[in-house]
């Protein structure tokens, strides 16, 4: 039976294309990926690809996506075979990046780094960010949530190893060391995210505190990865946030937003400093090109990948309340606000305000 097909994405973790038949086309192809004869993973050949049907191959239903098993090895990447089960027929593999992979199975020096992590506070720039590396190739969802689930569970077990005597070794628990149960714990999240992200690069974002403390235990999750740190000066990003999100009240907002400020000041210290980079949310606005530049070195992107990157830094207004307001530096006495207001947001926030230097209306003038 006449087969035609493409494998179009080999990633670390999936093997993506097509095959087409020509005939009983109710007969959907399976394929096998191979190593040394043994089959390590199936799928088949049935999801839509109008492209494919348009070229007059098969009937459109024909697209196959293999996800591959954590075990493999770097050596085993350029062994490995894709192969319409139940024959001897295979699709041909990219050699070329079979051979990548076995220097950057753990860390990405050829093509975009991956995964990206953007962090920060809400109405801080992250949505443009996630809008740039799509326009950049990347994969990912339009919000994560799912990671600083795993630093709440840490504590809990912190707390839980503290009330029920985990040191004594002639308990249960006393044998369980606390950091191995917490790397434990936080692999499931590890194989959660690769498994919902298949295909190389993807991103993650997520606007809480709680990620941004997971940080160190991500980055050696993923040893390949980037940072990208969205930060905006509290008052511009209080005024957003009380407009997009009504349902909280104003002390909410202002001590989320010191939240997340302290904790990327606080960890940043810790981390690799080549994986990761600050963006202020107002530099997006009035220098895209330079925003782009940084992160282009940072993600190791190509100059196609670039371009369309500062497209949308250039078309899209990062997270704009209103035309203009990306780029305006507020006085916090024309905010509008009350002096009870005034009042919780230097309390919440004046700390972190002088921490980053956003002090330009003299804010701490007012502070009683």
């Not at 981390?271 to 282009?296: C, K, N, Y």
């Not at 307001?325 to 606000?337: F, H, I, N």
Request: with cysteine.
């Amino acid at each position: 039976m006449p087969i035609k097909g493409k494998v179009e994405v080999f990633s670390r973790r999936t093997v993506r294309g097509w095959i087409a038949q020509f005939g009983d086309l109710n007969q959907k192809p399976a394929l096998e990926i191979v190593l040394d004869g043994n089959v390590l993973a199936s799928g088949p050949a049935d999801e839509p690809r109008p492209d494919v049907l348009e070229r007059g191959f098969g009937d459109g239903q024909c697209q196959f996506q293999i996800h591959l098993p954590d075990s493999l090895r770097p050596e085993d990447y350029p062994r490995l075979k894709l192969r319409i089960a139940r024959s001897d027929l295979y699709l041909e593999m990219p050699r070329a990046a079979q051979q990548t992979f076995v220097a950057t199975v753990t860390e990405s020096t050829v093509g975009p780094a991956s995964p990206v992590f953007v962090v920060g506070s809400p109405r801080s720039g992250t949505s443009a960010l996630a809008s740039a590396l799509m326009a950049a190739g990347y994969d990912g969802f339009a919000e994560g949530n799912l990671l600083g689930l795993s630093q709440m569970i840490e504590q809990r077990v912190d707390w839980y190893y503290t009330g029920n005597d985990a040191k004594n070794p002639r308990t249960l628990i006393g044998n369980v060391p606390v950091d191995e149960l917490k790397a434990e714990l936080f692999e499931v999240f590890r194989k959660t995210l690769d498994r919902l992200n298949p295909v190389d690069p993807w991103f993650d974002k997520t606007g809480n505190p709680e990620t941004i403390q997971m940080l160190p235990r991500i980055i050696a999750a993923w040893p390949g990865c980037r940072v990208i740190f969205a930060r905006r000066r509290g008052i511009e990003n209080i005024m957003s946030r009380v407009i997009k999100f009504p349902e909280r009240d104003f002390e909410y907002h202002c001590k989320d937003w010191a939240r997340n400020m302290n904790s990327w000041r606080v960890i940043r210290g810790k981390l690799d400093q080549s994986r990761i980079t600050e963006v202020d949310q107002r530099e997006m606005a009035v220098a895209p090109e330079a925003v782009t530049v940084r992160l282009t070195n940072l993600l190791n992107l190509d100059d196609a990948a670039a371009n369309r990157m500062a497209q949308v830094f250039r078309a899209e207004r990062p997270q704009e309340t209103f035309s203009g307001s990306a780029e305006r530096v507020l006085d916090l006495a024309k905010t509008g606000w009350t002096d009870a207001q005034k009042q919780i947001f230097l309390t919440s926030c004046g700390a972190e305000m002088e921490a980053y230097g956003y002090t330009d209306d003299n804010i701490f003038d007012m502070i009683p």
